[in-house]
């Protein structure tokens, strides 16, 4: 009798994860996710990395305590930021010194060049296109 009452409840568990699988299938169709054919989230293609580091920029010395949001609100300036990215060690998950910021189109990234050796958290910073650096 446990045994079936086991098998019973399996085939509820399962039939609860298919519906969960459906749910997140049409949560991510209507915020217009994309997601490979075992919707799992699609990886972005090398053109779209290609495309994602002509509007970026490296940042180099960047203070240990800055945050994602200080470095958005001193290149806010440049244009529309999509992303921050703070590199970080990945044994001690201390930040390694340096970014990369992301922005909506590629003419951000020239006025953020020009944040060159600019005093960011009373550190002079280095800042490149990422694509060169």
Not at 9 to 37: C, D, I, N, Y
Not at 51 to 61: C, I, L, N, P, Q
Not at 79 to 104: M, Q, W
Request: contains cysteine.
């Amino acid at each position: 009798k446990q045994w079936y009452q086991r098998r019973v409840r399996v085939r509820e568990m399962e039939e609860e994860a298919e519906k969960l699988k459906e749910l997140q299938a049409e949560t991510e169709k209507t915020m217009g996710m994309a997601t490979s054919p075992n919707n799992a989230p699609a990886f972005p293609t090398a053109e779209e990395k290609e495309e994602a580091d002509k509007r970026s920029v490296f940042v180099g010395s960047v203070d240990y305590s800055s945050t994602a949001k200080e470095l958005e609100q001193h290149f806010r300036g440049c244009g529309t930021i999509n992303r921050v990215t703070i590199l970080c060690d990945k044994y001690t998950g201390n930040p390694k010194g340096f970014a990369y910021i992301e922005f909506a189109d590629t003419e951000s990234v020239e006025a953020a060049i020009a944040l060159h050796e600019s005093l960011f958290k009373g550190r002079q910073i280095k800042v490149s296109a990422a694509n060169q650096s």
